[in-house]
């Protein structure tokens, strides 16, 4: 079946890279996603692979993927307090965004 | 747009009673889903809707009903409420089905069954 595993905590200071790892067991997986969610609040998007690429940037966010380990990391540059939040990897088989498997969400704490 | 709206925002039931959870969304959204999330767990999909009058099951769909009579209503009941249903339950939407089509969450309904 599908699982998602995720580290629970981070902790970095700010100014300092966070990285943020999630490995998965489907191996027919065709869209990895990464989540963020606030206290308080639902979950935003905030950027997914398709699992034919290796990496993919969007600004101050890294995503890599080794298909090969069916691993996935999620690297935050310039780490800033707003970022502190829990990020959640989660995994699509079907290549549809309305049934996801999530991980179980990693705490990231930044640290002035 | 006021986005994906879910009410109410917190609710307390003792075991037996039933409930409806509300959802709506004015973007137009094809696609719905129903997630729970408890500590430890991550999100758990309980139901989806891909259409107005069109629902499926998800991974965790015992003890919720879901009907999609509208494009902007997906509500979720709790038919005989149980402490094991006590949980964090979010509402997301989008307009299309596929990866590139942005999922959008509502802000939750926390629920404590006693």
């Known amino acids: 079946g599908e699982d998602v595993e995720q580290s629970l905590f981070l902790s970095v200071r700010e100014g300092d890279s966070s990285v943020i790892n999630c490995t998965y067991t489907d191996s027919s997986s065709t869209y990895l996603y990464w989540y963020k969610q606030e206290p308080g609040a639902g979950l935003q998007l905030l950027t997914y692979i398709f699992s034919n690429m290796d990496m993919k940037q969007d600004q101050r966010l890294t995503v890599l993927l080794n298909k090969k380990d069916k691993h996935l990391s999620l690297r935050i540059a310039d780490t800033q307090t707003g970022d502190s939040a829990i990020y959640f990897c989660?995994?699509?088989?079907?290549?549809?965004?309305?049934?996801?498997?999530f991980g179980k969400g990693t705490l990231l704490t930044v640290n002035p | 747009n006021a986005g994906v709206t879910q009410t109410p925002k917190f609710q307390v039931l003792k075991t037996g009673q039933s409930m409806t959870l509300q959802c709506a969304q004015d973007?137009?959204?094809?696609?719905m889903s129903w997630y729970r999330q408890d500590p430890g767990m991550g999100l758990r999909l309980i139901h989806y809707?891909?259409?107005?009058?069109?629902?499926d099951q998800g991974e965790v769909p015992n003890g919720y009903n879901v009907s999609r009579s509208t494009t902007e209503d997906f509500p979720l009941r709790l038919l005989s409420a149980a402490p094991s249903q006590t949980s964090v339950y979010f509402c997301a939407s989008s307009y299309g089905g596929l990866a590139g089509d942005t999922q959008y969450f509502g802000p939750g309904t926390r629920l404590t069954v006693l």
């Open positions: 973007m137009n959204h094809e696609y």
């Open positions: 989660a995994e699509s088989a079907g290549g549809s965004n309305y049934k996801l498997t």
């Open positions: 809707s891909v259409g107005a009058g069109i629902t």
